[in-house]
């Protein structure tokens, strides 16, 4: 199957900080998702982005697809994005979600 | 408000006692997947929905049954729970798989003893 894999593991920033997460993908796909997952364990979505780049607020992500990989740009952080950040891919056969294996961040204030 | 819930929220039950963890969505979403959240090994799909009657094993499909009878629940039966079911639990439900994005449950923290 598909394998995801992201970088780095783990991360912390001083508040305030910049940061990059990274995700790899061994195939090509047909979707992406970023999700935040909290402290209380809740999965929130951030982007649906197979391809190209988007932006919310502090948050950005670019998914290059032809290369395989996708960031996440986190600006200006704040203590509330603690918690784990995971992207999410689906299989070219259109059925199953695979998730990498997350990063987690702890923004100190 | 658009949702995914699942019920219970905690459970802690003993080896061998049959339970169900209810999902259901008020999306018309065609997709539902069940997830399991371990320490060290991420979330990894146990089944998955592609419509109503239509269900397929995920990658940990062992000791888990699902029925998909209407569109919008998707139960996970654990029929003999054992210790290494303990996990967290996720539901979640898109239009389709493809091209449209996930909406995930709160999640169900469960504890076999």
């Known amino acids: 199957g598909i394998q995801v894999e992201q970088s780095p593991p783990d991360l912390i920033l001083q508040e305030g900080a910049n940061s990059t997460l990274r995700c790899n993908f061994s195939?090509?796909?047909?979707?992406l998702q970023w999700f935040h997952q909290n402290p209380w364990g809740q999965l929130i979505n951030l982007f649906y982005?197979?391809?190209g780049t988007k932006q919310n607020g502090r948050l950005s992500a670019t998914t290059v697809a032809t290369e395989r990989y996708s960031l996440l740009y986190i600006s200006s952080s704040q203590t509330t994005d603690s918690g784990v950040y995971f992207c999410?891919?689906?299989?070219?056969?259109?059925?199953?979600?695979?998730f990498g294996g997350g990063t987690r961040l702890m923004v100190k204030p | 408000e658009a949702q995914v819930t699942q019920n219970p929220r905690y459970l802690i039950t003993v080896t061998g006692k049959k339970l169900t963890v209810t999902c259901s969505q008020n999306?018309?979403?065609?997709?539902m997947s069940w997830y399991r959240q371990d320490p060290g090994l991420g979330l990894r799909q146990i089944y998955y929905?592609?419509?109503?009657?239509?269900?397929d094993k995920g990658d940990v499909p062992e000791g888990y049954k699902v029925s998909r009878k209407e569109k919008r629940n998707f139960p996970l039966i654990l029929e003999s729970p054992s210790p290494n079911q303990t996990s967290l639990y996720f539901c979640?439900?898109?239009?389709?798989?493809?091209?449209?994005?996930?909406?995930f449950g709160p999640g169900t923290r469960l504890t076999v003893t």
């Open positions: 929905s592609m419509n109503v009657e239509v269900t």
């Open positions: 999306m018309n979403h065609e997709y």
């Open positions: 979640a439900s898109s239009l389709r798989v493809v091209s449209y994005e996930q909406y």
């Open positions: 982005i197979p391809s």
């Open positions: 195939d090509s796909v047909n979707n």
């Open positions: 999410a891919v689906v299989n070219n056969a259109g059925n199953m979600l695979t």
